[in-house]
């Protein structure tokens, strides 16, 4: 029986099955939805530079 661990993101701070989000040590947990957007902003932020 595997345990389905809730985390919450660092970011939308909603409650996110731990699969569902990436851990480091600076940033905490992350959900892999608020992990795209970030991505994609920092893409936009290189292209205004």
């Known amino acids: 029986m595997s345990s389905k661990?809730?985390?919450r993101c660092r970011y939308c701070k909603h409650l996110k099955r731990e699969r569902d989000?990436?851990?480091s040590?600076?940033?905490?947990?992350v959900c892999?939805?608020?992990l795209e957007e970030l991505?994609?902003?920092?893409r936009?932020?290189?292209e205004w530079l």
């Open 5 to 7: 661990l809730l985390v």
């Open 21 to 23: 989000c990436c851990y």
């Open 25 to 29: 040590e600076e940033e905490g947990y």
């Open 32 to 34: 892999y939805e608020c």
């Open 39 to 42: 991505n994609n902003l920092q």
């Open 44 to 46: 936009k932020m290189e």
